[in-house]
């Protein structure tokens, strides 16, 4: 059995206690990071090789953006793309060879500004553009590959708090859902967390600061665990870590973590 996490922790450096004590707790075999805030020399690969995860790929860039994944398992870097051509680190791809030769693929997908609308604002068009070069890249995957990390989409009715009320908010407009579904479909991509959860059951992975504190369930599904139809049927369990966002000084999404029978 394989474990493999993916969270989007909101700088790593600050919240590497929580990181420590999430390893501790579910001890996974892999863990993919996003929003690592870091650049790679400053990311803390001492303490992680303490805690067992001594192999590392690292995409970091100065305050902003960085992806990592730490394994226990021997693995190499498999890829490394700038989906949006402009040297933003939001992608590291790994191989895994005890895991039956996986590729790992872990992304930080734009959150797109708060307008949806490309002309008033250029970050929406760079998601939707991020969102169209990985639909062509996945039409070209031939092998069993894990897609992970934060794709700030939360594309079904139920993967947010009030359906109505977020349609014309960015993480959740038609646009974005239906350009997210084709990238889904340019490779079969199965939701693992629909697979495990299936809708409409409560599956969120992110809460505003202010709402979660006020005890205010104003959830959205912004990350995501999708894998190719032959290593999905291999996937035994999934869940979600809600717990952490109750620790000191949390951020503001929670780890989701699949185990697989490899």
């Keep these: ?6 969270w989007n922790i909101n700088s790593v450096r600050l919240r590497m206690p929580l990181v420590e004590q999430f ?3 579910e001890s996974p075999d892999v863990l993919c990071l996003q929003e690592i805030k870091c650049q790679e020399h400053q990311f803390p690969a001492k303490a992680f090789a303490e805690l067992g995860y001594e ?3 690292i995409h970091g860039q100065k305050g902003y953006h960085g992806v990592a994944t730490v394994s226990r398992l021997p693995m190499s870097e498999f890829s490394r793309h700038d989906w949006q051509d402009n040297g933003e680190a939001r992608h590291v791809g790994v191989e895994i060879p005890d895991a039956g030769g996986l590729v790992l693929e872990n992304v930080y997908i734009p959150a797109g500004g708060d307008v949806p609308d490309r002309e008033a604002n250029p970050k929406f068009g760079q998601k939707l553009d991020f969102l169209e070069r990985m639909t062509r890249w996945s039409e070209e995957i031939n092998r069993p590959t894990l897609l992970v990390g934060d794709f700030n989409i939360a594309p079904l009715e139920c993967d947010v708090y009030d359906h109505k009320a977020l349609l ?3 993480s959740h407009t038609p646009l974005e859902v239906e350009t997210l579904g084709k990238l889904q479909g340019a490779h079969d991509w199965v939701d693992l967390g629909r697979k495990h959860i299936p809708a409409p059951e409560r599956n969120y992975s992110w809460w505003s600061y202010r709402t979660y504190w ?4 104003r959830g959205r599904r912004l990350d995501h665990m999708w894998a190719s139809p032959d290593l999905a049927a291999q996937s035994r369990a999934h869940r979600i870590a809600e717990h952490t966002r109750n620790w000191e000084k949390p951020s503001d ?3 989701l973590i699949t185990e697989f029978d490899l």
């Design 1 to 6: 059995m394989v474990s493999i996490a993916t």
């Design 23 to 25: 390893l501790r707790e």
């Design 55 to 57: 192999y590392q790929a």
């Design 168 to 170: 014309k908010v960015v």
């Design 214 to 217: 006020q005890g205010k369930d």
């Design 253 to 255: 999404h929670v780890p």
